[in-house]
């Protein structure tokens, strides 16, 4: 029986944005319609959570995330920060497609300045699938939102029984539902049927410590990801250039390396103005400067922990503020 929400209850806002958890399958086939469903529908879904929280809910976007684009990111961002400012909201919870909410957790880990918890959930399993894993995960996000003690520790993602930090996680496999991983910094928690177990916080800084807000990042420029390979040429890079990036991200191989003519392009890049990142493209491990590349004397930026996704994300957030190469270098050692 769904049990009835009493007013002492914590309340958590749910903001939506479509995604695979709001996914409904096409009869006959394994082929699906992500955010086919309305947050409503998905709450309705769990009566459960009546137990938990008392929920109010938003629609933001009613998208698949590799729609998700900075437009999103900034009505998200906008509705989250105003929510939280609310003096009656405990937490937001928001759905998202899970093929790119790394990126929108880090950007709302950066711009949202709250001490509140900030959760993103998603399924891997349409809703209509057997098994759909995302009733539960729904669930433990929303436990986590109206949770005390899951606040002061950034923007958080919920999946599969586990808590990973917007900043660590990576989606890792193309279906499986343990997909998320946090290889470097490891978990911030496993959460069971709703109850918590929440290791060390994050140690860089995020959210209310944040030097970024959602009020001055409201034009982000345009960076561009390249990925680099065996016998890449230079032509993408001047292209990425031409077309105005103002900063680019390259996914090196290895410790974030790059051939003779990407090198060229790049240092050209930089002669242009434009600020050149190097992460790697292998998903784990840290790139710092000056290992096989001179980036003193090519005036090249790392990414040091960050995949190339987030570093695109912090460096979008950096141009906003400075063109200076050190200090954005600097960001990179911070966030
Ligand atoms: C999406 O990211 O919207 C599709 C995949 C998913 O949600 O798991």
Redesign the pocket.
């Known amino acids: 029986m769904p049990s009835t929400p009493t007013p002492t209850l914590p309340c958590v806002r749910v903001l939506a944005t479509?995604?695979?958890?709001a996914g409904a399958q096409t009869s006959g086939s394994r082929g699906y319609q992500?955010a086919a469903f309305s947050i409503d529908t998905l709450v309705a879904a769990v009566p459960q959570l009546a137990a938990l929280a008392r929920l109010e809910v938003e629609q933001i976007a009613a998208i698949?995330?590799?729609d998700m684009d900075e437009a999103v990111w900034l009505k998200l961002a906008t509705r989250a920060q105003a929510a939280l400012a609310e003096p009656g909201i405990a937490g937001v919870v928001v759905t998202h497609?899970?093929?790119?909410m790394e990126e929108t957790g880090y950007f709302l880990n950066l711009v949202v300045r709250s001490e509140k918890p900030v959760v993103l959930v998603?399924?891997?399993r349409p809703a209509t699938e057997i098994s759909a894993d995302g009733p539960m995960n729904l669930y433990n996000a929303v436990a986590v939102a109206a949770h005390p003690a899951a606040r002061g520790r950034g923007v958080l993602i919920v999946a599969n029984d586990e808590i990973h930090f917007a900043r660590e996680v990576a989606k890792t496999n193309t279906t499986q539902v343990g997909t998320f991983k946090s290889t470097h910094r490891g978990l911030a928690g496993l959460v069971n049927a709703g109850r918590l177990h929440l290791y060390a916080p994050p140690v860089r800084r995020h959210t209310a410590a944040s030097e970024f807000s959602v009020g001055e990042a409201n034009a982000l420029p345009r960076v561009s990801i390249l990925y680099a390979y065996a016998g890449m040429g230079r032509e993408l890079i001047d292209a990425a250039v031409q077309s105005g990036a103002r900063g680019l991200v390259v996914a090196g191989v290895g410790d974030g390396n790059l051939n003779a003519p990407a090198l060229a392009a790049c240092a050209d890049a930089v002669r242009h103005g434009v600020i050149v990142v190097r992460s790697s493209r292998t998903g784990g491990g840290v790139v710092e400067r000056n290992i096989e590349v001179d980036d003193d004397r090519l005036g090249l930026l790392v990414a040091e922990e960050l995949n190339p996704q987030k570093a695109r994300v912090l460096l979008m957030l950096g141009l906003t503020r400075t063109a200076d190469p050190r200090v954005l270098q600097e960001m990179f050692f911070t966030y």
């Open positions: 479509g995604g695979t958890i992500a698949g995330s590799q497609g899970t093929d790119t998603g399924a891997m």
